[in-house]
């Protein structure tokens, strides 16, 4: 019986829809290192671990999250640390062998556990000194193998953005490391796939550093389709034995627009909830009414908040206003807003500043944030050079939360 769930990683057969897509992936993964594109909640992290889970034959797959990682030497000790979580034998067969590296951290490499792997890695060396010869060698010891390995590092970017804030050298020094072992590792039988919840390529733009992640084929995880959702709905409706009339669903697609696979499971089990606790049939205005009450309201508050914090965490201090002003006004917007009166909004805002922008300048910057706002999934190009939110229920509880931030000015 598939479940609902709710916020933590999708695995075995509540895994959905995503099988044509995952077969591309290792498609492009034949030839290519791979960058995973998707915006948060849209169900990245599940597909990395569907990778992990059902590596196709022959593939030895390792999967690392690097969101909390601040120096290359944590990478080093944490990479480490994921091959023998996912493939002790491999660890200590393949890896550990005669590496003195290694050998020498521990007493007995064949008994080594998990937990022990990163206290005795710093206590071993001054490994901010040598995390790149380190890792060069394990690289070495890998490519030895002959095997067909996959390195998945997710939430690069939140990575790097710590890296860079600590030692600006010393992230390029890991970007420049890490571009030059995938080059390498297209020769061998290793590949890498990356992603992260912020988008990358726009990240190093802003640092002019997007030619140290340009060789990376992007692959876009797009929302379910109507379609998709609609068979979702109505197989988890099945399953549970739930009682609804014809336009419950139609509904639905209605209030989430292309929906986040997140708040879809969220919005189905509150609905779900709602007929235990009615004892009657669901009907549209059940479904009004739990969209207000949870999606709208603070039980979906905190994870929704998240697309709001992000603009201040990751974007540079010059567009954090131009960006929520813009988003602020597409929210309240029926069907978007031209490029034009867009702007006409960010020339107004940029005036403001002490040293504003103007000319080619003002246009460029105009672009880069057009630009970032579609990588980042807020906003789409619709037609007519109009531009709109992605997902109707984030411009929904924007709308209600943020429309009118600016009002009184």
Same mark, same amino acid.
């Given at each position: 019986?598939?479940?609902?769930?709710? =916020?933590?990683?999708? @695995?075995?057969?509540?895994?959905w829809f995503r099988g044509e897509f995952l077969s591309e992936l290792w498609s492009s993964l034949e030839k290519h290192n791979v960058i995973l594109v998707a915006p948060r909640r849209?169900?990245?992290?599940?597909?990395?671990?569907?990778l992990l889970d059902l590596p196709e034959d022959g593939w030895l797959v390792v999967h690392l999250n690097v969101e909390e990682l601040r120096t290359p030497d944590e990478f080093l000790i944490d990479l480490l640390d994921a091959v023998n979580e996912?493939?002790?034998?491999?660890? @200590?067969?393949?890896?550990? =062998?005669?590496?003195?590296?290694? +050998?020498g951290a521990f007493s007995n490499i064949?008994?080594?556990?998990?937990? %022990?792997?990163?206290?005795?890695?710093?206590?071993? %060396?001054d490994l901010s000194k040598s995390w790149r010869s380190r890792l060069d060698e394990l690289m070495d010891r890998v490519y030895r193998t002959g095997g067909r390995t996959l390195f998945i590092i997710d939430e690069l970017p939140d990575m790097l953005n710590a890296m860079r804030a600590g030692s600006g050298e010393e992230c390029a020094d890991f970007l420049h490391w890490f571009r030059k072992t995938r080059e390498e590792s297209l020769r061998k039988n290793v590949r890498w796939l990356v992603g992260g919840s912020v988008n990358l390529i726009a990240a190093l733009d802003r640092n002019k550093t997007v030619n140290l992640i340009n060789d990376l084929k +992007?692959?876009? *995880?797009?929302?379910f389709t109507q379609d998709e959702v609609k068979r979702f709905v109505e197989d988890m409706f099945k399953t549970y034995e739930v009682a609804c009339d014809a336009t419950v669903i139609p509904r639905m697609l209605d209030l989430l627009g292309s929906p986040i696979p997140f708040f879809l499971q969220m919005f189905t089990e509150e609905l779900y909830r709602h007929w235990?606790?009615?004892?009657?049939?669901?009907?549209?205005?059940?479904?009004?009414?739990?969209?207000?009450?949870?999606? *709208?309201?603070?039980?979906?508050?905190?994870?929704?908040?998240?697309?709001?914090?992000r603009i201040d965490a990751h974007y540079p201090e010059e567009d954090k206003e131009?960006?929520? @002003?813009?988003?602020n006004h597409l929210s309240l917007s029926e069907k978007g807003v031209t490029r034009e009166n867009l702007f006409h909004l960010f020339r107004r805002c940029e005036s403001r500043r002490t040293s504003a922008r103007s000319g080619?300048? *003002?246009?460029?910057?105009?672009?880069?944030?057009?630009?970032?706002?579609?990588?980042?999934?807020?906003?789409?190009?619709?037609t007519g050079e109009r531009y709109d939110f992605s997902s109707r229920l984030l411009k929904t509880w924007w709308r209600k939360y943020y429309g009118c931030e600016y009002a009184n000015e």
């Open positions: 019986m598939a479940d609902f769930i709710v =916020g933590s990683v999708v @695995r075995d057969d509540d895994f849209i169900g990245k992290t599940s597909v990395m671990y569907r996912h493939h002790p034998e491999y660890f @200590r067969k393949a890896l550990a =062998g005669s590496w003195s590296f290694l +050998t064949e008994s080594v556990e998990v937990c %022990e792997i990163k206290v005795a890695l710093r206590k071993s %060396e +992007t692959e876009i *995880l797009e929302p235990k606790r009615q004892k009657r049939s669901l009907s549209s205005e059940d479904v009004d009414h739990i969209f207000q009450k949870v999606l *709208l309201g603070e039980t979906a508050r905190d994870k929704l908040q998240h697309y709001r914090t131009p960006a929520r @002003r813009v988003l080619a300048n *003002l246009d460029n910057a105009f672009q880069h944030l057009l630009l970032y706002l579609q990588s980042d999934f807020y906003i789409e190009e619709t």
